[in-house]
């Protein structure tokens, strides 16, 4: 990615400094999708495994707070009934996940049924749209507490932000 034929400052190793915002935006969006180990998306960017870490922790925080203010990362915490019925002021039924028996159903609760079904749709295509980011996907590797808590949030925005900005 980086121009590796650049003169060196003097001293030793790489120099690792990404020069433009194209640079840095890409470096960041490469780890949330791809979610390669340090040393590698070091490789690709001309710095050192460490370098390259400080700047996705770095970089994480200037994405999240770019998604938080386009309005595009979902909200926190939802503490109560009243505070959900501000944000979503149209929803009148919430669904949760659980399993089913097979039980014989009356006609109204077919239908009823299928238009459940119909809003889930959307609902699992949301959470696998989530999924198409690696970092919100696979086995957490960082040591820092919460990071993979905000790489699901990052993923969750990313994934807002494609769906309503979308050409």
Not at 23 to 31: G, H, P, R
Not at 112 to 131: D, F, P, T, W, Y
């Amino acid at each position: 990615m980086m121009n590796r034929n650049r003169k060196r400052k003097f001293g030793a190793g790489r120099i690792g400094s990404m020069e433009t915002s194209l640079e840095k935006l890409v470096f960041i969006l490469m780890y949330v999708k791809c979610y390669p180990p340090f040393d590698l998306i070091g490789f690709y960017f001309d710095m050192w495994g460490s370098t390259a870490c400080r700047n996705m922790h770095f970089l994480l925080n200037v994405l999240e707070k770019t998604l938080q203010r386009n309005i595009s990362l979902p909200k926190r915490r939802i503490s109560t009934p009243q505070e959900f019925e501000e944000l979503f002021p149209g929803i009148t039924d919430v669904f949760m996940d659980g399993s089913e028996r097979r039980v014989q159903k009356p006609r109204i609760l077919k239908r009823r049924n299928k238009l459940i079904s119909q809003i889930r749709v959307v609902v699992e295509h949301a959470v696998g749209g989530m999924k198409r980011f690696k970092a919100a996907t696979d086995i957490y590797r960082n040591r820092l507490e919460n990071i993979d808590d905000r790489l699901s949030l990052v993923s969750a925005g990313l994934w807002n932000y494609h769906i309503l900005y979308r050409a």
